[in-house]
């Protein structure tokens, strides 16, 4: 077997875990918020800007890691255009 076929074949494989790494870290993130919303939503004595505060920062914490993922990806698919052309 070629070198290039087994390197990409390790390519290709470490994407597929990272990407089910993602999407289970998603899941247990998405799991949590839930958690966290229903406890500030029984939380009265919460200042708006306290709520407005952890709000901007759970949205922004999702674009981070949205963004985080699609470099990834393009990373990902740099190593495959190399390994192809």
Request: proline share 2%.
């Amino acid at each position: 077997m070629d070198q290039k076929q087994i390197f990409k074949q390790m390519v290709e494989f470490n994407h597929t875990v990272f990407n089910n790494f993602f999407q289970a870290l998603a899941l247990f993130q998405g799991q949590f918020e839930r958690i966290a919303s229903a406890a500030l939503d029984q939380a009265t004595g919460l200042p708006p800007e306290s709520r407005q505060f952890i709000e901007n920062w759970d949205k922004s914490f999702n674009a981070a890691c949205d963004n985080f993922k699609s470099n990834v990806d393009y990373s990902y698919k740099q190593i495959e255009k190399y390994l192809v052309g």
